[in-house]
């Protein structure tokens, strides 16, 4: 395999790193190959290589997967351990999943403790290790993200549901009892969490971030409560948890409908008690962090189902905030629009959306909400540059169909009903050729939307090649 890359993309688009270290060249091969189409892909086959290539990369790799077994005791797991350590060292951000036919549970746990985001055996199947990787990656963009917002703070938006939302965290800033934050994927939940914290009486105080989903279950208990040495394989030294660190600041809980039923009994003492012990440990410390809790499911309905612990949600849920989906903030994707186009000011180029493809930004739901929105954003700045965007672009960057009948206004459905022609005729108003043009460009737009962007199909269903939809489409 290569193991040279080309970084002379732009950053916002180019494929995420990911990088192999197995001392199996023909298992480095495989699952480049299996890897590459969603992967930039990089390889080793030994610790120290791997140190060098780290050296030589213009960018830091999103992922890690990692056999245990390395070069010069390809049977032990010695090697594998000390470059996790080298890979954390190197970036306390990179995910690494380990992948490793030394898979009994003592060296799981050892890898998990060492920092390791998850722990698969051979022989995997190619599917599931791709699930696994894919999920990594999106947890990552989500941790980006919330520091993305925590650094910038703002809560855009000047709809009727961003200003009850704001008027909640003023009520709930100061408040000692714990906050449940409700909302879909994507909806910025993390900036409520963080606005209750930096603005209330604790803001000079730790503000901890722990996401529930990104943490293995078998590890997510010591680093909420921390573990004496030798509490287990691995464990050589004490850690202290989150809620130790946490000390009187606030503890964020984020995707707290992940946590295991276990756990939760666990959590739902801390709560009561305000006491929790580390693993390994009878002593019990005291903890006065708030806790703000987040996730994108329905724990009334997780409650019901038996996933999720009926008294700790009544705990939890003292005091509850919604962050509404953008679909439900009226007049706030346009503001979002000009938000994200000046924070990407200084990496791409910027756009400007003409009259009616505003009107589709402004009619269009986002199913993915604002982290929808923004990647919209960044494609649009990215494939066209200082360049006006219009309908046809536009719709071709919507990540699900949706309504006609929500995007198209009235007058563009009844254009061409032959009342109205007959009054333009009578008025001395209607231009045969521009007339045709919209006609031209309502059908593109009707064949685009229908075919989610394929040229190929869209040109077939209008009976034109698809090089002359292309230039027509050029032209718009």
């Not at 022609?421 to 001395?428: E, T």
């Not at 190929?456 to 009976?463: G, N, T, V």
Request: aromatic share 6%.
């Amino acid at each position: 395999m290569d193991k040279t890359l080309n970084y002379e993309m732009n950053e916002i688009t180019r494929k995420p790193i990911i990088l192999l270290i197995d001392d199996d060249p023909i298992i480095n091969e495989s699952m480049g190959f299996i890897l590459k189409k969603d992967f930039q892909v990089v390889s080793a086959e030994s610790r120290a290589e791997a140190k060098t290539l780290l050296a030589k990369l213009k960018h830091k790799p999103e992922l890690a997967l990692v056999d245990l077994g390395l070069p010069p005791h390809p049977h032990q797991p010695v090697e594998g351990f000390a470059l996790i350590e080298d890979l954390l060292a190197f970036d306390s951000e990179i995910k690494i999943l380990v992948l490793s036919g030394q898979s009994d549970e003592a060296n799981m746990h050892h890898a998990l403790t060492l920092g390791a985001v998850d722990f698969i055996p051979k022989p995997a199947n190619p599917a599931l290790l791709q699930t696994r990787l894919q999920h990594q990656l999106m947890l990552k963009q989500v941790e980006s993200e919330r520091q993305f917002l925590n650094d910038t703070n703002p809560i855009v938006g000047q709809s009727d549901a961003i200003s009850a939302l704001r008027e909640q965290i003023s009520q709930f800033t100061n408040t000692v009892f714990p906050v449940l934050i409700e909302g879909e994927s994507g909806t910025g939940k993390e900036l409520v969490a963080s606005a209750l914290h930096h603005q209330c009486n604790r803001k000079n105080k730790p503000y901890l971030v722990i996401n529930c989903a990104a943490i293995a279950p078998e590890l997510l208990e010591s680093q909420l409560f921390g573990h004496a040495k030798g509490a287990f394989t691995g464990a050589d030294k004490s850690h202290k948890g989150f809620f130790e660190e946490a000390g009187d600041g606030s503890l964020f809980l984020d995707e707290i409908g992940e946590m295991s039923y276990d756990l939760q009994a666990k959590l739902l003492r801390v709560l009561e008690s305000g006491e929790f012990h580390r693993i390994g440990e009878t002593r019990c410390i005291k903890s006065k962090a708030r806790i703000i809790a987040a996730t994108n499911k329905s724990l009334q309905q997780e409650v019901a189902s038996g996933n999720f612990r009926s008294d700790l949600f009544h705990r939890l849920s003292i005091l509850k905030i919604h962050m509404p989906p953008v679909r439900e903030r009226e007049g706030d994707s346009l503001l979002l629009l000009d938000h994200f186009l000046q924070f990407y000011a200084d990496s791409i180029k910027p756009i400007i959306l003409d009259d009616k493809a505003r009107q589709h930004w402004e009619a269009y739901h986002f199913p993915g909400n604002v982290r929808e929105l923004r990647n919209i954003v960044i494609r649009l700045c990215t494939k066209y540059p200082d360049q006006t965007i219009d309908t046809t672009r536009l719709l071709q960057e919507f990540e699900q169909p949706h309504s006609p009948q929500k995007v198209i206004n009235e007058a563009e459905l009844n254009m061409f009903s032959s009342q109205l022609i007959q009054q333009q005729l009578s008025n001395g108003e209607l231009n045969l050729n521009n007339l045709l043009k919209e006609l031209e460009e309502f059908v593109i737009q009707q064949a685009m939307q229908l075919y989610d962007g394929n040229l190929s199909k869209a040109a077939k269903a209008i009976q034109i090649n698809r090089t002359t939809l292309y230039s027509r489409m050029q032209k718009k």
